[in-house]
Nanobody, 124 residues
Framework: QVQVVESGGGLVQAGDSLRLSCAAS????????VAWFRQAPGKERKFVAG????????YSADSEEGRFTISRDNAKNTVYLQMNNLKPEDTAVYYC?????????????????WGQGTQVTVSS
């Protein structure tokens, strides 16, 4: 079992960058698949990016391809989401999710552990 905690959100202007962090407890975190989802007010939670166990291919939603990059540092038990050229439509609560299956899924039901979320607000 792991616990994940997100950080790094904030209020930025369009075109700025942010790096979100997902810090996890547990010595086997490196075996977990980890993904970022986001949820805007009144909308469904949507997949943003995912990274399987170390060395595996990463996945990004089509709308974020080229702007968002997910990476992991297993020595620090941390997964990052680098977000560049932010747009107002990126405004949402961003959640980190982890699953011991090691497999990335784009639906939220595929993850057993979730953080509380971090707010990202992009002003125009």
């Amino acid at each position: 079992q792991v616990q994940v905690v997100e950080s790094g959100g904030g209020l930025v202007q369009a075109g700025d960058s942010l790096r979100l962090s997902c810090a996890a407890s547990g010595r086997t975190f490196w075996l977990y698949a980890v993904a970022w989802f986001r949820q805007a007010p009144g909308k469904e939670r949507k997949f943003v990016a995912g990274i399987p166990v170390s060395g595996g291919r990463t996945y990004s939603a089509d709308s974020e391809e080229g702007r968002f990059t997910i990476s992991r540092d297993n020595a620090k038990n941390t997964v990052y989401l680098q977000m560049n050229n932010l747009k107002p439509e990126d405004t949402a609560v961003y959640y980190c999710a982890a699953d011991p299956s090691g497999t990335i899924r784009m639906d939220a039901t595929g993850y057993a552990y979730w953080g509380q979320g971090t707010q990202v607000t992009v002003s125009s």
